[in-house]
């Protein structure tokens, strides 16, 4: 009985044996996957804001207390369209004076005209007196121009963005009053980096996303390119022409790619199978390294151009462990999980 249980354990521990030597040096079990067709695009990113296409400042050339505005922001006006006015008491006391002197300036070249027709008078008084004339002509047309820039109106048909100023607030000369956009769609300027420059080219696609409007995209075209980088920003303005810009607004910040390559029935395979630019080849139960030739390289997939077949069995996530020629078998898919 005791010899019974002996041969039980010898053939026990050699079976146990026979199994730790099986999973050592027995095939090794990887999870591999085959490339896919699908769509590659290389693009460039950048951020942007979108701005019209013409955007005018609109401000006073006369300082002056702000007396009335007519329009807000987002109004449609048209050409010519009053805008607002400002204080411009002081200025029709000077246009009231300067006509006085004016009149004044007429009647006494009037006189004068007479006395030097009756050889009474010398000619340089005559002459001065026709000076007088011009020179209040030229500051009453001064003073009344100075008194038309106090009403500010539209130069062209269009849409008032902002408005920078309330009524009885001082507003100095050259201070904007109203941002002014007209005459052409919105566009989207955005900063590349100068490491990419070089790639981007007037025509090419663009596409579009803002943060605004979740899940919405649109589509652009490279229009300008600017010649003169930014030396601190290290980055070039680049402006993008939107096909359709309904539902974009003034201000709103853009996330925008700039299409280098696009194909449309690429070999794809995971990115996480590539290690220094090969991957591993499961083919009649032996592993090897097959060197490849990528393309557009993405965080999930990466494009395959040469050193590979569309039916290749891939390690999916390869290992320091993997040698050449070494026997290896497909792990069977994990079960799905159900929610």
Not at 193 to 209: K, N, Y
Not at 260 to 276: H, I, M, Q, Y
Not at 307 to 325: D, F, M, S
Request: charged share 25%.
């Amino acid at each position: 009985m005791r010899k019974k249980w002996v041969w039980i354990l010898v053939i026990g521990g050699a079976a146990l044996a026979g199994g730790l030597w099986w999973w050592r040096a027995g095939p090794l079990a990887v999870a591999v996957v085959t490339p896919t067709r699908g769509p590659a695009v290389e693009a460039i990113y950048a951020t942007g804001t979108v701005e019209p296409t013409v955007m005018l400042p609109i401000a006073p050339r006369q300082g002056a207390k702000l007396a009335e505005v007519k329009v807000d922001e987002g109004a449609l006006v048209k050409k010519g369209q009053t805008l607002a006015r400002l204080d411009d008491a002081d200025l029709d006391n000077t246009v009231d004076e300067l006509e006085s002197r004016l009149r004044f300036a007429r009647l006494n070249l009037q006189r004068k005209e007479d006395l030097s027709g009756r050889k009474m008078l010398a000619k340089a008084d005559l002459d001065q007196a026709r000076s007088d004339l011009e020179m209040a002509e030229a500051g009453l047309k001064r003073a009344t121009a100075l008194r038309g820039f106090m009403t500010l109106t539209a130069p062209a048909d269009g849409l008032i963005l902002r408005r920078d100023g309330e009524v009885g607030q001082f507003i100095p000369s050259g201070q904007t009053v109203f941002w002014f956009s007209c005459c052409a769609p919105l566009r989207v300027t955005a900063e590349v980096d100068e490491e990419d420059i070089t790639r981007v080219r007037v025509g090419q696609p663009a596409v579009l996303h803002a943060d605004a409007l979740p899940g919405v995209v649109f589509d652009g075209t490279v229009s300008e390119i600017t010649p003169k980088g930014d030396p601190i920003a290290r980055s070039f303005r680049v402006r993008i022409r939107l096909t359709d810009p309904a539902r974009l607004r003034v201000g709103m910040t853009v996330d925008a790619n700039l299409i280098v390559t696009e194909r449309a029935d690429a070999l794809l395979v995971p990115s996480g199978a590539l290690t220094n630019g090969a991957v591993w080849v499961l083919a009649d139960g032996r592993l090897h390294r097959q060197p490849v030739k990528t393309g557009v390289t993405g965080a999930v997939r990466t494009e395959v151009l040469e050193g590979l077949g569309p039916t290749a069995q891939i390690v999916a996530t390869p290992t320091e462990t993997l040698r050449e020629g070494a026997a290896a078998r497909a792990r069977p898919p994990a079960p799905a999980v159900s929610p």
